[in-house]
């Protein structure tokens, strides 16, 4: 039974630049309300199938924004299901921080926050549509960071008009006191509000070339080095003993139960996902889940083991040999070069 759970919550206040996600913005508190009691009917249900014995070591409410809904109802109803230890993570919009929000998500369990900056740069906040400055992100972060010792932020890297070099802000950022950071590449996603301004406003400024966004994060990602992040995933840093237990759960291949608009899970055999607003769940072969589990590791610095997996020694010797990879007994882990084209080096797996 699963001992890790994603609870998703699809309302924004409104729809970033840059995002493709299932989500809603402009939610009814009404409709907030339904979702919120959904969703506490449906841990209602799983409780005699998953978890029920030891409960669940990792929950994470992800979105969207969770806290335009009231986490309450939900904490509450987790809350004889959780694990001793269990690490309960909320996603955190910078506007959604004021202290009775972090009183009432201390006092239900939550002991991790993931709060999304995205970026330190004001005019790129306001293209993003974030509605916030970086002034009011460093207050709402302080604030989370006086009630809650594991927080962290994520960060998009690549946006149009960002420059590779640090800015004074960097200086700021290095005494928030984060204990993680997730830094993502920008993706362009063609039906993204962003994908539509690059087609049509000339003036826009121009998404960085390959070469200028691998630069960007390599320098983001030595500053995370040098404030004591170690890089323990392709996109994730955290002070060592802070990484989110969760996700290296599900890279580690363990199940995860999906519930929620838009989330996704991994029960044994059968994953379920979200598509063009309706829950599926298809069933894979055993063959497929093996493999499945096995690969996302190669993300980590753990490391993909290929002791059971023989028959990929050859592909991956040959990344090595690029230098994209390196070896150690049956252990391969992706060099710095390496985390540039993990997906190519997947994609040969598959
Ligand atoms: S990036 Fe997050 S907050 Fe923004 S629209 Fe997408 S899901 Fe909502």
Redesign the pocket.
Known sequence: MPANLYVHFPF?RR??SY?A?H?RAGASSAEREAYVARLVTAIGSCQSQAAADVGFSTVYFG???PALCDLLPVLDALAPRLAKDCEVTVEL?PLDVTVPLLNTLHAGGVNRISM?VQSLDDAILADMGRGYSFAEAERAFALVRERFDNAGIDLIVGYPGETVALSPRHGRLAKWGLRHCSVYSLILEEHSILAHRLRSAAEHPRLPSDDEALNRIAVVSRFLGALGLHRYEISSYAVPGYECRHNLAVWRGEDYLGLGEGAAGRVGLVRTSWENGQARSVRVDAAVDRKERALFRLRTCDGLDIAAFPEWAEPLDAFCAQGLLSRSSTVYRLTERGTEVCDTILAELV
């Open positions: 924004c729809k970033c995002c996600l989500s979105g969207g924004s919009h999304g």
